[in-house]
């Protein structure tokens, strides 16, 4: 299953309102986790099954589903959100990731 | 403290082997299936294999079947990754996962905890 996320890069600013989505090439459900990749560091799992909110990840961070559409959505940027963002589909074991956003400040 | 750390990277020659370890802490270790990923530098994430709760059941993607088996040690708390005949196409980081549901016989899940990698360079 292959996931098109788009767009690759993304220049914001703080307070903005942002959407990043990530198409899946068949059904995968909800089977969707959003992560948050910061230079150096691992993934963080911020939303699963397509619109779960992980423990611990602000409520600025929401997750929606239309068909085979996803998207992650960050109500008002904050700086310790410039980082890059992947999706992965879990639908079955072959476990496939987006190929990432990068969000930069404007 | 909650948390995986891998080890076992290192400069390997091509056609080489090398064995990853993950040792996990502060959690219940056998209840989580986990997967090994790897990022090349400046790349996207990929999964490259993941094994059942119960390490009876091992997953490998297609891009490495043949060459890379994994296994887990429940009562050492600890998930090993063997790689064989290496290639500069290896070359990345290697990160050990854990799902997020518990007792999962496969490794399909979102990903909750990370471990901080183990980087594999495989250069003559």
């Known amino acids: 299953i292959q996931l098109t996320q788009s767009p690759s890069a993304l220049s914001a600013s703080v307070g903005d309102r942002v959407t990043i989505t990530c198409r899946a090439s068949q059904g995968i459900s909800n089977w969707l986790a959003w992560y948050q990749q910061k230079p150096g560091t691992a993934p963080k799992l911020l939303i699963y099954?397509?619109?779960t909110l992980q423990s611990g990840v602000p409520s600025r961070f929401s997750g929606s589903r239309s068909g085979t559409e996803f998207s992650l959505t960050i109500s008002s940027l904050q700086p310790e959100d410039f980082a890059t963002y992947f999706c992965?589909?879990?639908?079955?074991?072959?476990?496939?990731f987006g190929q990432g956003t990068r969000l930069e400040i404007k | 403290e909650v948390e995986l750390v891998e080890s076992g990277g290192g400069l390997v020659q091509p056609g080489g082997s090398l064995r990853l370890s993950c040792a996990a802490s502060?959690?219940?270790?056998?209840?989580?299936?986990l997967s090994w990923f790897r990022q090349a530098p400046g790349k996207g994430l990929e999964w490259v294999s993941g094994i059942s709760s119960s390490g009876d059941r091992p997953y490998t993607a297609d891009s490495v079947k043949g060459r890379v088996s994994i296994s887990r040690d429940n009562a050492k708390n600890t998930l090993y990754l063997q790689m064989n005949s290496l290639s500069v196409q290896d070359t990345a980081l290697y990160y050990c996962?854990?799902?997020?549901?518990?007792?999962?016989?496969?490794?399909?899940?979102?990903?909750?905890?990370w471990g901080q990698g183990t980087m594999v360079i495989v250069s003559s």
């Open positions: 099954k397509a619109s």
């Open positions: 992965q589909q879990y639908n079955s074991y072959l476990i496939t």
């Open positions: 502060g959690f219940t270790f056998s209840d989580f299936a």
């Open positions: 996962a854990k799902v997020h549901r518990l007792l999962l016989v496969a490794p399909d899940d979102a990903y909750d905890l």
